[in-house]
């Protein structure tokens, strides 16, 4: 996985946050793109990141999965409510330290 596609994923989520130029479709390919990279980023051994880079990046990727959903919801009328839930968690336990310490650990917290 390439840092340089997330950072363009996420450019193009603040670019939507201001501008409202994307639409669903564009979004559903933003959102397909998050999950791949989400699976490929819990894919890599240890031996290649460390835990710390490892959890970073699927910090980001998550976070950057809910704001694509939350997007997508708010385009077709649909509650985000649990979304928001779900982002308010995801921000706690990175501000609490209390992320997960293992690949595994991270897997299992899939969103």
Same mark, same amino acid.
């Given at each position: 996985?390439?840092?340089?596609?997330? %950072?363009?994923? /996420?450019?193009?989520?603040?670019?939507?946050?201001?501008?409202? !130029?994307?639409? $669903?479709?564009?979004?559903? +390919?933003?959102?397909?793109?998050?999950?791949?990279?989400?699976?490929?980023?819990?894919?890599?051994?240890?031996?290649?990141?460390?835990?710390? %880079?490892?959890? /970073?990046?699927?910090?980001?990727?998550?976070?950057?999965?809910? !704001?694509?959903? $939350?997007?997508?919801?708010? +385009?077709?009328?649909?509650?985000?409510?649990?979304?928001?839930?779900?982002?308010?968690?995801?921000?706690?336990?990175?501000?609490?330290?209390?992320?997960?310490?293992?690949?595994?650990?991270?897997?299992?917290?899939?969103?």
């Amino acid at each position: 996985m390439d840092r340089r596609d997330l %950072e363009s994923i /996420e450019e193009a989520i603040f670019k939507e946050s201001l501008e409202h !130029n994307l639409n $669903i479709k564009d979004l559903g +390919k933003l959102y397909a793109m998050l999950i791949r990279m989400r699976v490929q980023i819990l894919d890599i051994t240890e031996e290649n990141l460390i835990l710390q %880079e490892v959890g /970073e990046m699927w910090f980001r990727i998550t976070e950057s999965i809910l !704001n694509v959903r $939350i997007m997508i919801k708010e +385009k077709i009328g649909m509650d985000v409510s649990q979304d928001v839930e779900e982002m308010k968690k995801l921000c706690e336990s990175r501000c609490n330290s209390e992320g997960p310490k293992t690949i595994s650990a991270l897997r299992s917290k899939e969103t």
